[in-house]
């Protein structure tokens, strides 16, 4: 926590939102307590878990006080409520499925009437070993402070607090978008062209088109190939964006060949070449995403 001690609170979108909600629950005093002991570094360590914040803070005791603040997570179908609104929308799937959180995100959360943010003091539960009688007393307070610090360097952690970490939502996302892409089948057999119907064996022989494709394209497994499908869909001129399943998801290991490759000899001292390529990179993934994910 040392490395951050310095650092403001609250310069990202989602600290500053975390931060007005507890504003608004007028704890005044107790919250500039607590934040002159974040900014003084008092805060050990915090560890992030679903529904659950636990800290060391330190005091004027020699052992430093535990700290647990619990949250409540969002049910099961209100977060399918969520990531339904979040695959719907091209610009959100797209950030969130190469790890960027969207700026405007709590759009998606206020129209089903639910927040990622406490609305009450009630959604928010706090204990500290301190005899402190103030609630919440100052190294609760310093521990929230901290918590906008933490949600500034990844607010993917705020969504942890609410019960699903990054990889779960980008997994479901990701799931949503490829499964709103099915093939579409050509109907009518007159529509393929001669060639095609003797390749795959499609006469005129009292057979109903949807029979043979049924018995020609499909495999012994009973899955319609989706090369086969989007073939027929090309010369009826049927082919669609749906035909062409996209994949599309971040490395594990981010800018690798930047990284393995290093600082480019010819821009030492003049900029920072490594984080702008990163930079440009991320964009041309983020409109690659746009563009195959799109609406």
């Not at 360590?45 to 060391?56: M, N």
């Not at 049910?75 to 399918?80: I, M």
């Amino acid at each position: 926590m040392a490395s951050r001690e310095k650092k403001g609170f609250g310069s990202s979108w989602w600290a500053r939102q975390w931060l007005e909600a507890l504003e608004s629950f007028e704890w005044g005093r107790c919250l500039t307590r607590g934040k002159a002991y974040a900014r003084n570094g008092n805060v050990l360590d915090v560890e992030i878990l679903p529904g659950l914040v636990k800290a060391h803070v330190r005091g004027s005791k020699k052992t430093p006080y535990k700290v647990e603040i619990s949250m409540k997570t969002l049910s099961e179908h209100e977060w399918e409520q969520v990531l339904d609104a979040l695959a719907s929308k091209a610009i959100f799937s797209a950030k969130l499925l190469v790890g960027d959180m969207p700026g405007d995100i709590e759009k998606a959360f206020s129209s089903l009437e639910v927040s990622i943010f406490p609305r009450h003091t009630m959604d928010l539960t706090a204990h500290c070993t301190c005899s402190d009688w103030l609630s919440p007393c100052k190294h609760i307070a310093a521990v929230y402070y901290i918590l906008a610090q933490e949600f500034d360097r990844d607010p993917f952690l705020l969504f942890k607090l609410r019960g699903m970490n990054r990889e779960q939502i980008m997994e479901a996302i990701r799931n949503r978008r490829t499964s709103a892409a099915q093939p579409v089948t050509a109907k009518k057999e007159e529509d393929l062209p001669q060639g095609v119907k003797s390749e795959y064996g499609l006469q005129n022989d009292g057979v109903s088109f949807e029979e043979k494709i049924d018995e020609k394209v499909r495999p012994i497994t009973g899955n319609l190939q989706h090369d086969e499908v989007s073939l027929i869909n090309y010369w009826t001129g049927k082919m669609r964006n749906m035909d062409i399943k996209i994949t599309v998801e971040p490395p594990l290991v981010e800018q690798s060949i930047l990284k393995r490759l290093g600082e480019p000899p010819f821009f030492a001292g003049k900029m920072d070449m490594i984080r702008q390529l990163e930079q440009d990179y991320k964009k041309v993934l983020l409109k690659a995403i746009t563009v195959g994910y799109k609406d």
